[in-house]
């Protein structure tokens, strides 16, 4: 059984930063595409960061410059640093781990930005 779970979510204040982890079982972490994505209060998900196998990273306008998806294949595990966090990115964050016709998500974790 496959699974995604994220952690690293929490409270911070404009301008913190946050470390978000995706820890995946029951997949070869390291052939799939990681890819993290958002979802506010009342607006639809968003793309936020891809990471692929091959290890080519791609990010949204809104955070390019303040994430940074990497990867750790021996630990199966994703992650998103994020930095000058901003009350626009409050939202809760998952992951996904896509490969062909399979697609596996996480449950979510909350972060919220404000002082």
């Known amino acids: 059984q496959v699974q995604l779970v994220e952690s690293g979510g929490g409270l911070v204040q404009p301008g913190g930063s946050l470390r978000l982890s995706c820890k995946g079982s029951?997949?070869?972490?390291?052939?799939?595409?990681m890819t993290w994505y958002r979802q506010a209060p009342g607006k639809q998900r968003e793309w936020v960061a891809a990471?692929?196998?091959?290890?080519?990273?791609n990010y949204a306008d809104s955070v390019k410059g303040r994430f940074t998806i990497s990867r750790d294949n021996p630990r199966n595990t994703v992650y998103l640093e994020m930095n000058s966090l901003r009350p626009e990115d409050t939202a809760v964050y998952f992951c996904?781990?896509?490969?062909?016709?399979?697609?596996?998500w996480g449950q979510g974790t909350q972060v919220t930005v404000s002082s």
């Open positions: 996904n781990a896509a490969r062909s016709q399979r697609d596996y």
């Open positions: 029951g997949i070869i972490f390291g052939i799939y595409t």
């Open positions: 990471l692929t196998s091959a290890g080519s990273t």
